[in-house]
């Protein structure tokens, strides 16, 4: 059986200090995979390093919305750039966050944009956050599928049906972390129950949402495999068929790292 992490952060305080045996927990259930996500310009090459030293570790380069107004030069052409490094395989985690609004609204659409047409221009594919600004998303990825050449993952998806059925629509697939098994993600649980199974993905987005029942720690990779069997006995499929699938799902996606 296959399982692979489409969303980590494995350089972040909490996994980082003990990076090695993180790994070596997830490898250890089965986890045949991670992707090791960025969100500053600043931890690119350390994200990067990661990703050099693992042959089942990939990188990806980005900015998170909440970073929006630390990056205000950063353009197209940084992205493109660092993406030409063979371990990195997509764009991101970029996108829209107006829950928190940690960055001016503005100020995240143009990064946003930016990562868009480095999407395009590279030939890989976006790591999408969005959160409460789910009619500026589908805006800005409708232009993008207008202009062409672009499609990715909405991750750690919380969002509407009509959200997640758009993204699909345009050629995007859906990423499903722990928070599926809460039980007040009912909700997301419908959406979840419902994806196409060749659209879809699981995460952990650790260190963070640590699914049940491992609720209260810090979230490590190994635990996509507590949230695979969740969304398996949700959906009626059997862990063997999710996890192949969206394995398979992961590298239709992310081709670089199949290569």
Known sequence: MRLIDSHCHLNYEGLVERQ?????????????????ISTRQSEWEAIIGTAERHDDIWATVGVHPHEADNHPDLGAAALVKAAQHPKVVAIGECGLDY???KSD????????????????????????????????TAEMLEAAAEAGGVTGVLHCFTGSRALAEKGIELGY?????????????????ETAAALPLERLLVETDSPFLAPVPHRGKTCEPAYVAD?????????GETLE???????????????????
């Not at 068929?241 to 290569?259: I, P, Q, V, Y």
């Open 99 to 101: 829950y928190y609004d």
């Open 227 to 235: 949230t695979a069997a969740f969304l398996a006995e949700l959906r």
């Open 20 to 36: 090695d045996d993180v790994i070596a927990a997830a490898r250890a259930r089965g986890v045949s995979g991670m992707l090791n």
């Open 173 to 189: 697939y859906v990423s499903i972390s722990g928070i599926v098994t809460f039980k007040n993600a009912k909700d997301l649980q």
């Open 241 to 259: 068929t999710l996890s192949e699938a969206t394995s398979d799902n992961f590298f239709k996606l992310f081709g670089k790292a199949a290569a």
């Open 105 to 136: 609204r503005a100020a995240q659409r143009e990064r946003f944009q930016a990562h868009i047409d480095a999407a395009r221009e590279s030939g890989l594919p976006l790591v999408i956050h969005t959160r409460e600004a789910e009619d500026d």
